[in-house]
């Protein structure tokens, strides 16, 4: 089966390309399964992983230092993302996250955050950029995120948003522009809850997707993920796994998996968008499975293929 | 649609009943969405109402005071509930246990339990109630459960124990008894974790399975239910409900629905295993509806198919 096959009739049509803007950065992470230091991390390098066992163009935008390994970068290129649009600054250190996870692995603590070069990203779309059809916004400053969106030339096909209880806390009002301005909000529950004032996540969906979005996904982590619109819910389980080893990135590869296969269908209605968020969880529950980016770099086809497969096992039923 | 039509073909063959132990009860329940003194609860009353809906042959065993309503005991009868089994003690106060919901609605804190009758509960099966081929035994000491298992005059097709994290901490032993001698276990992920000494609910149930029952059902409360066999596993979800105005006796009303379905069917393969699950899930997103056993007294055989709708309408896709 060529799950690529799509970059086949991209040959004779535009190619339609996925924007991925977000980190790429260096992670120190204790788990209860080990700590590793300084290893590759960062929101847009787990989705460009992920979205592109889907999808071929990809192209990410980002910023660097200096110090950032030029292997790393070309294992990326050779997935098929462009990187014309990750600065490298010179000099400069990449951005910096250090974590410690509880025995729970839901829970975490930040021990270190150094933004470095992160702290002046202001991205400036390459022009072969900018006619995007789609786009992930992964979790930055709604400024940013915002400053994306309005560099493109025409209005995309879908525009997915992830967002954190930071910019809820101290940067609402720009944040209300960005979520009004795209088409999927991806947040946890907890978020959905702050967002909305809302406990019940029926009623907090329903607030939110007020707030412009046609599509909300509400994130639970190890209990799966939640997709809204006004008229239609629909719920992906997590896979239940013998070993979490390292949940960095699950997230990410969520929306990199969800938006990648979008890309790759092209199809935007409410039954691919649910498909989607099983090919999304299923990249989430790859890349959980060792540390950083090791399982989500090493991945087959044939891999997804059966996890795919498990999904359906794990959640079809007939009544 | 004839929901009940199992009861034509009992006619004409040996008739399979359902068994069900448990309590029958005063609670008073305090919740974010109000407050409800002595209203009728226990766990073989809530398994009852549910699996009523699916199957005729129910059989009571519980012990109340004579406080307890005649008129509530005869609109168990009025659902085809046999209550030879309930034993009414004269001068006897029926089981009370008052409890008060945290605004997340997971969490509890228990105020009073009076055991009252239930302290000198000691089953005595009638004649009539021990050729039983479907068990439930309702969350009891471990010493009741292996009592009325042993009270029987034969094997049943499928005995299902429900416990809790007292009885692991207190009576581990009996309770390990009781776990051996039954084929579908239910307890709640932190039970699971607890009896296992495994936090992956992967590598629980695989532990789990090995003490003697042929299925395990790990409940997750809003986020969902896991059954496992020895090869397969399976993920039933929580309905996303608008409010849960009182998620008392969610857990009964699952194992009522899931066994009550398993008795009409008379299948107790994993496949109709899987299909019991969203049943029961279907029963327990109804009973969280109001206070008490005000909703699943109420719903109709509509209403159900409507749910169960709902459930394939949240959960089902094709990759």
């Known amino acids: 089966m060529n799950w690529k096959g799509f970059g086949t009739f991209a040959a004779y049509s535009e190619i339609m390309s996925l924007l991925i803007v977000g980190t790429v950065a260096f992670d120190s992470i204790e788990t209860p399964f080990g700590k590793e230091e300084m290893i590759v991390g960062g929101s847009a390098q787990y989705a460009a992983y992920a979205a592109g066992y889907y999808y071929d163009h990809i192209d990410l935008v980002s910023i660097i230092g200096d110090d950032f390994p030029e292997s790393e970068l070309s294992d990326l290129e050779k997935r098929g993302v462009r990187l014309e649009g990750v600065k490298k600054v010179i000099g400069g250190k990449s951005f910096y996250w250090a974590g410690k996870y509880h025995d729970n692995l839901n829970d975490r603590d930040t021990l270190v955050t150094d933004l470095n070069v992160l702290a002046d990203f202001d991205p400036i779309l390459p022009d072969s950029y900018k006619d995007s059809e789609f786009v992930l916004l992964g979790n930055l400053t ?3 995120q915002i400053s994306v969106i309005e560099q493109l030339n025409k209005t995309p096909k879908l525009v997915m948003l992830d967002t954190m209880n930071l910019w809820i806390n101290i940067t609402l009002e720009p944040l209300m522009k960005a979520i009004s301005m795209c088409d999927v909000l991806t947040i946890n529950d907890e ?3 702050m ?4 406990h019940s ?11 412009g979005p046609n599509y909300l996904i509400i994130k639970k982590g190890e209990h799966g993920a939640l997709l809204f619109d006004q008229n239609n819910v629909f719920f992906a389980p997590a896979m239940p796994l ?4 390292d949940p960095t990135g699950a997230g990410d590869c969520f929306a990199g ?6 890309a790759k269908s092209g199809d935007t ?12 969880s299923a990249m989430a529950s790859f ?7 090791r399982r989500i770099k090493t991945i087959t086809q044939a891999d997804i293929r059966e996890r795919l497969i498990d999904f359906v096992r794990l959640s079809q039923f007939t009544i």
């Open 287 to 293: 890349v959980v499975e060792d540390f950083g980016n």
């Open 257 to 262: 998996g969800f938006l990648g296969y979008i």
């Open 269 to 280: 209605s409410f039954e691919n968008l649910k498909r989607a968020l099983i090919y999304g």
């Open 142 to 144: 709604p400024d940013i």
């Open 195 to 198: 967002l909305s004032g809302e």
């Open 242 to 245: 013998q070993k979490v080893v």
């Open 191 to 193: 978020e959905a809850r």
């Open 201 to 211: 996540l029926v009623l907090a969906a329903a607030k939110i997707l007020k707030f």
